[in-house]
């Protein structure tokens, strides 16, 4: 297996500017998760889907983030616009059913400069 | 509330030297428990877990943990440590019926030669 994919592996923008991250989990999982990982505040959840719905997305910072799973194979996130404090490295991570969902397999995830 | 905490945000050993990893956690069930390591540029890799049985659990790459329920301790060690150990390790906490799980801020582990 490929493990989970995503693209792109590094993203500049500028600010105002919208972004999309994807991602491709593992196939056959059925848990998805966006992390995002700063210096300052470390890994933080954002959001996380089971089979394609999302369940929780009180880790969103606000608005301007949305996330979207059309099908179990693919996953994006969007910011629109972009500002600066987004910069920061986002990972996606699947998991294969509720009992093991703890074993999560992450991505190389996708470094973003918002200049 | 459920935490994690790392006290140590940076760890310096000399190679071959053992390594000790401090890891607590607050959590209102049965946790399980978790180490992550991710190297620079990469995603999170887990080195090993624990569910329940036997609370010293071996990992990938010569690591093991013990639980320690008395003291909400997971606490990660290698008896020795190679150039190829330097990274970011995270501790993680669980719950069968939770979907999610909460990690720590992590330690970044430097080698010296």
């Known amino acids: 297996d490929a493990g989970v994919i995503q693209s792109p592996r590094h993203e500049v923008t500028e600010m105002g500017q919208e972004v999309t991250l994807r991602c491709k989990p593992i196939?056959?999982?059925?848990?998805l998760f966006w992390y995002r990982q700063t210096m300052m505040r470390g890994l933080e959840l954002l959001i996380y889907?089971?089979?394609?719905?999302?369940?929780?997305d009180s880790g969103m910072p606000e608005d301007r983030f949305s996330a979207k799973m059309p099908n179990a194979s693919f996953s994006t996130l969007k910011i629109q616009p972009s500002e600066p404090r987004d910069s920061a490295v986002y990972f996606c991570?699947?998991?294969?059913?509720?009992?093991?969902?703890?074993?999560?397999?992450f991505g190389p995830g996708t470094r973003l400069t918002v200049t | 509330a459920q935490s994690v905490t790392q006290p140590d945000i940076h760890i310096t050993v000399s190679e071959g030297a053992s390594l000790e990893l401090r890891c607590n956690y607050s959590?209102?069930?049965?946790?399980?428990l978790f180490w992550y390591v991710q190297s620079p540029g990469q995603g999170l890799q887990l080195l090993l877990k624990?569910?329940?049985?036997?609370?010293l659990v071996q990992g990938i790459k010569g690591f093991e943990a013990e639980f320690k329920r008395s003291q909400s301790s997971f606490n990660l060690r290698k008896p020795s440590v190679h150039w190829s150990d330097a990274a970011e390790y995270f501790c993680?906490?669980?719950?069968?019926?939770?979907?999610?799980?909460?990690f720590g801020k992590g330690t970044r582990l430097h080698i010296l030669p």
């Open positions: 991570a699947s998991s294969f059913t509720r009992d093991r969902v703890y074993e999560q397999y």
């Open positions: 993680a906490v669980g719950a069968i019926g939770d979907d999610k799980i909460i």
């Open positions: 889907f089971n089979n394609n719905v999302p369940i929780d």
């Open positions: 196939s056959g999982h059925d848990y």
């Open positions: 959590y209102g069930a049965t946790p399980y």
């Open positions: 624990y569910f329940s049985g036997d609370t």
